[in-house]
């Protein structure tokens, strides 16, 4: 339970950190407002023309009697669209990092400057190009497996009693912990760290990793929140993969201390 309110708490530091350094929030938002502008522009499109899809891939039903056809039809575009809404809570993180990795790449480098004991900050020493290409391939095998369980508890959602109470729960715990492997991974790619073991690595505390990113999986289902937190959950995800690593973070005994002396008032 230490680590399920640790995880919150990076999420919170992250905001406040974006707070005092508010020069840089305008530059984290860019990426994310790119993104929102396509993924409405596609659910938008998928809502206007999503019926008349689903008719072409069903001409099997064509010849339906009423109401059947109707209902055959009004289910599957209401699945589609269902569906699509999962998938771009699941992707978005995922898509506005690839967009953004050298906007997110250069506020975890000064969040790492200013959390940093020595005001330095892990390089990978590799050209952009590299970094990019290494960030939108490990983001296209996240993005599979996050795919591959959306559509798996989508599946298990039809299950009776079960798919409304208990599948809900695990899809929520699921996208908290892939949110939280892209946002680590701006800083910890930068530290050589690969996808095999950037995974084994959150694997092995869990429950930090779903502090952080279950918060914020369900905040990402409100409109245009994801844009706005994207930036705060950047330094707070910079900071989480210091303690991931081992690495000291100034103020850390600091704010020790002072949640000692609270305690013992």
Known sequence: MHDLGAGFGYLLKGQRWMARHGRHYGFGLIPGLITMVLYVAALVALALWGEDFVTWTTPFADDWSSPWQGLFRGFLTAVLFVLALLLSVLTFTAVTLLIGQPFY????????????????????????????WISARDSLRILVRAVLWGVLLFAL???????????????????????TEELTAVAL?????????????????????????????????????????????????????????????????????????????
């Open 157 to 179: 959602g039809f299950l009776p009693f079960i798919g409304q109470t208990v599948i809900p729960v695990i899809g929520f715990f699921v996208t908290g912990f892939f949110l």
């Open 105 to 132: 790449e250069t506020l975890s480098e000064k969040v790492d400057r200013d959390v940093s004991p020595d005001g330095t900050a892990p390089e990978s020493g590799l050209p952009l190009w590299r970094d990019l």
């Open 189 to 265: 790619q930068r530290r050589g760290v690969d996808l095999r073991a950037r995974l084994t690595l959150l694997r092995s505390r869990k429950t930090l990793i779903w502090g952080f990113g279950t918060p914020l999986g369900l905040s990402f289902l409100v409109p245009f929140v994801a844009v706005f937190l994207m930036p705060g959950a950047v330094a707070g995800a910079t900071m989480m993969a210091r303690e991931l690593l081992g690495e000291e973070t100034e103020g850390e005994g600091a704010e020790d201390e002072g949640e000692s002396s609270s305690t013992a008032l």
